[in-house]
DNA sequence: CTCCTGACTGGGAGCGCTCACAGTTTGTTG
DNA sequence: CAACAAACTGTGAGCGCTCCCAGTCAGGAG
């Protein structure tokens, strides 16, 4: 830095203006500083900077589930790959951090407010997670992706209006007819667990128990949970399950089954993701953007780090029509 | 650091000491400072330490793909968790970046030799990449995926044995009668595209031109190359598909067709991803270990960052026999 | 007893920045 | 024309560490 005022023929604290937004400089000395930093090749020392303005432009994007199955969801490869593009968009890095075990949380923990990073975007998949409490209480921003359930008034989040994604395909189904409409929803721990039950029950007043059942969001379990519901309720002539992926396992015991896809059973899903397009037959079902959730995810928690503010972002779930329903 | 000091009555220097392996400290200095860091809950400032080691403790994780198609590859993020963690394991932070465009890398490349971090593991679905020269000419630690090609003696890599594992699967083919095999490569730029064909045609001499044909590795491509396949050598009686992505657009080509599986076409895959078992049929495929490749990057990296030397790891590749061939 | 060596300790210097402050110049106002 | 504000500039201090060097102290060799 001292070269670069030397060649401009300034000194350090107006090299240091220009680096940081130009104000009170003039333009000879702008010019002639700009010029000095492309002779020299000169780039910052985000180290040194950081040291003296303790902010260190980067943040944590935390992965908090204890089964690391997030890893294969298409849904936070989006989400990730949103926010490492909107972050390096504003020159701030993004920090990838697995929190799987409670050691790895603690750990994170003490990392993290070490003011090693500005922020956080957590994801996880599950409700209470240890170390919501943990960041929270450090005062440190943070931005959950979907609703932290039991933390709602106190952590920033922006969640995909999954009640009214699930209002909207129920209501659907029951427009195409369909009046045995069974669920196969995902965790009971999670957001889109809870909340897409409670839109299946705003629009079915007093459901059948039996029509209920529950999955964990893996193709698997939508296997299983299918051949449950089908046990329990031979009669059912549709189904909503709340993700493509559980869906594609639930169509697949159908086909078993021998019921045709939508004649016998509609079946619905729920992301919208690209499995949704080369199911058989295509997916009805809701879409939820991710792209979006994610640039949301950065603009809340920048926000934040200024200001200090908590805000959520409820984006809107928008119906998809293919074959399956 | 100075309230350790004090609270430990020591010195900043013999808090450093501890804090940097402890030799050249009494014993009872020891347990004096590390008592006081607990009772402070002192953490260093990783900023500062930088600030004068030179040393950042991170490292790039660097995505280097014109079309962000890798996000979207199983075998990508297996890749990146696996890097995660065994980074974590060792203290050193990951920072992710991805560089699709052409400005992103110049950006990147900037980023990167500002010494923001100590090495780079680089992925990138195509070979000379421009970023690869640029690093290398820092001087700046980098380790591959996969045979950078063009800079094999340039670069540390860690690839699995693709040309085996081609040779392992079209041996296989033959062994079970078939006469007629057909190929569906990579893209002839990516190491995968070439190694394979490659393994093809060391157990293959002077193959039928119409049996080889090229896709990306999407599954959209498998369907299509299928079809041209299909259509240009009607008899073939297997095809070797050079990912499992490809594979299953090969199959539902085939099964469009009206070609049972393995009966009339034997499909063979490359990775033994996810989707591989779930297939219809599940298919017959070519094992590659990534979680073993992130940790050999690791360690090749780390090494690498000590004693600037540069080496090649290729890992085995396996045959996995299911129902397709 | 002297000398040396090795274990250990404290403190100054400095890593590369930003920030606050004092100082200079220019333009504007009464 | 004095007085003042606004635009601009340079410099010292200090962010929190590590490294180096000078020093102290014990124990063993000569």
Redesign the pocket.
């Known amino acids: ?2 070269d ?2 030397e060649v ?13 937004g130009g ?8 010019t ?1 500083v700009q010029r000095a930093i492309r002779k020299t090749g ?8 950081s ?5 260190s432009n980067s943040v944590a994007f935390i992965l908090s589930d204890p089964q690391d199955r997030l890893f294969e969801d298409p849904n936070f490869n989006i989400l990730l790959k949103g926010c490492t593009q909107a972050l390096a968009e504003r020159d701030i890095t993004l920090l990838l951090t697995i929190a799987g075990t409670q050691e790895d949380r603690r750990r994170v923990g003490r990392w993290v407010t070490a003011g090693h990073v500005d922020g956080v975007l957590l994801v996880s998949e599950h409700a209470g997670s240890p170390l919501t409490d943990e960041l929270r209480s450090r005062g440190l921003p943070i931005v959950a992706a979907g609703r932290p359930i039991g933390h709602e008034r106190e952590i920033s989040y922006v969640a995909a209006d999954d009640r009214d994604g699930a209002r909207q395909m129920v209501n659907y189904l029951r427009s195409r007819g369909r009046r045995r409409i069974g669920i196969i929803t995902g965790p009971t721990d999670t957001p889109g667990g809870v909340d897409r039950l409670a839109g299946y029950r705003d629009v079915i007043d007093e459901p059948d128990p039996g029509l209920i059942t529950h999955g964990d969001y893996t193709q698997a379990s939508g296997e299983r949970a299918m051949a449950d519901l089908l046990d329990r309720a031979p009669d059912l002539d549709a189904v909503f399950v709340c993700s493509d992926l559980m869906a594609l396992g639930a169509i697949s015991t159908l086909h078993r089954a021998g019921k045709r896809i939508p004649q016998d059973v509609a079946v619905g899903g729920f992301d919208d993701s690209k499995v949704a397009v080369s199911a058989d037959p295509p997916l009805t079902t809701i879409r939820q953007d991710f792209t979006r959730v994610s640039t949301e995810m950065v603009r809340l928690l920048l926000d934040s780090i200024g200001t200090n503010t908590r805000s959520a972002v409820i984006l809107p779930t928008e119906l998809v029509i293919r074959e399956s329903a």
């Not at 401009?8 to 940081?20: E, K, P």
């Not at 104000?23 to 702008?30: G, K, N, R, W």
């Not at 040291?51 to 902010?55: A, E, F, H, I, K």
Request: aromatic share 6%.
């Open positions: 830095m001292e670069v005022a401009a023929g300034v000194s350090r604290g107006t090299v240091s203006r220009v680096l940081n104000h009170y400089v003039s333009p000879d000395a702008l002639a000169y780039v910052v020392n985000q180290h040194a900077r040291l003296v303005t303790q902010r």
